[in-house]
């Protein structure tokens, strides 16, 4: 996981592998609520194979000829998983949604209910994984000390890690871009994201960065495969801008284009960029804080509860209340208006954003300021229920559910004790 170097559980941990099958991780959402049955709302309850949430809804859109903004969903879930959850068209029928059946690509609509209410990022209690471990040395024994580990972790809670799903493994990079964003150099974030091809990457995606970075746009774009269709939609915006102005020079090409060029991109992802960064430096802050205990609180440490608003005032009992996970300490996802703790635990924090070189100020992005970020506090750990680990014939099958916004291999990653992905 990008940036994250604690563990809280001191066992040796059980090694092995994930993500072997698409099968092998399993995700399914638990809602706020189902759907009524009734209303202009039209929700369907999917299960997708190796597919982006945010592609999904993409598909959908182009097969009903509507815009995507009509489309909501509560989260997006794994690529490289079986995942189910809700998606919605606002203001459709039952009849609208029933022609998309075997026309969306590795995805099966399970169910199709109408609702008063429109689907909304964040609507959701949590989600609960299925997940297999393969090639540890010894399932039996193994099973068991994971099941040790989970127990430990369902009293302290769990580091609250941002996995490589926010930052993508092969390609580590949105970050990066949020970071040129907030430098103001928006060129950079656009080469950063289109070009700047990575070792890890396939030839087939490494050529046609190359070429972008080369200057030969038009080539690069005809050698991008469909699986980089948001880099498809900046470089089109870009060298539309270039015919549209009449400019053969790719170095002619003003800040308004590149602005344009972000901007063409879906909402969620034009703002995961900022956030990422943003995920980068938490993980760090993180790190740091877990070295001192994650259910206990700390001198200067900054307190919220489940609903995420600050706790100003608490007494004696403050430890006994993190340990029944009614509040939690925060570490800060670095923003333009947050607060940071006190005394040497704000130092702390002061200090990974100077070991970026960067500002709170900067994080208003004033180039394209709704992509910026007051940011806020969040809490350092997460809790866990229904947690289980059985020995089977393939490996050790682990069990658990967790509060939305949290990642699974933050869990994996205190059972593995190594590279979790």
């Known amino acids: 996981m990008l940036n994250a170097e604690t563990y809280i559980t001191r066992q040796k941990g059980i090694g092995g592998k994930i993500r072997t099958r698409y099968e092998d991780f399993y995700v399914e959402e638990i809602p706020e609520s189902e759907p009524s049955g009734t209303g202009d709302n039209t929700w369907f309850f999917i299960e997708k194979v190796g597919r982006d949430t945010l592609e999904v809804v993409l598909d959908v859109a182009r097969e009903l000829h509507i815009d995507r903004k009509r489309m909501g ?26 022609k998309l059946r075997d026309k969306l690509y590795k995805v099966d609509i399970l169910k199709i209910m109408k609702n008063e209410k429109k689907l909304r990022i964040g609507q959701l209690v949590g989600n609960k994984f299925r997940l297999l471990i393969r090639d540890t040395e010894d399932p039996e024994k193994d099973s068991q000390l994971a099941t040790e580990i989970l127990a430990e972790l369902s009293k302290t809670g769990v580091p609250n890690y941002y996995g490589w799903q926010r930052f993508g493994k092969k390609r580590s990079n ?38 972008y970075d080369e200057g030969k746009w038009e080539e690069s774009l005809e050698e991008m495969p469909g699986s980089m269709r948001y880099e498809k939609m900046m470089l089109k915006t870009l060298l539309k801008e270039m015919k ?178």
């Open 73 to 98: 969903f509560a989260g997006m879930k794994d690529k490289r998983a079986v995942t189910r959850q809700w998606l919605c068209v606002s203001n459709s029928e039952v009849e609208d949604i029933e």
């Open 244 to 421: 549209k102005k009449n400019i053969e020079d790719i170095d002619s090409l003003d800040e308004h284009a590149y602005r344009r060029a972000i901007s063409s991109l879906p909402k969620p992802l034009r703002r995961m960029f900022v956030h990422a960064y943003q995920s980068f430096l938490f993980n760090k802050a993180v790190s740091e804080r877990v070295k001192l205990g994650i259910d206990k609180y700390v001198e200067g440490d900054i307190i919220i509860d489940n609903e995420e608003h600050l706790v100003h005032e608490f007494g004696d009992d403050i430890d006994e209340r993190i340990k029944n996970f009614e509040v939690h300490p925060t570490a800060p996802l670095f923003g333009s208006k947050v607060p940071l703790a006190g005394g040497e635990l704000g130092e702390m924090e002061q200090k990974v954003i100077d070991g970026e070189g960067v500002t709170l100020e900067e994080f208003k992005v004033p180039k394209m300021p709704k992509l910026g970020s007051h940011g806020l506090r969040r809490a350092i750990r997460f809790k866990i229920w229904d947690a289980s680990a059985k020995a089977t014939d393939e490996g050790v099958l682990v069990e658990f559910s967790i509060p939305k916004g949290c990642y699974a291999t933050a869990v994996l990653r205190e059972i593995m004790k190594n590279e979790v992905v």
């Open 174 to 211: 949105t970050h990066l871009v949020g970071k040129a964003l907030l430098e103001n150099d928006l060129k950079k974030a656009v080469d950063c994201y289109i070009g700047n091809p990575y070792d890890e990457e396939r030839e087939h995606i490494k050529k046609p960065r190359q070429l």
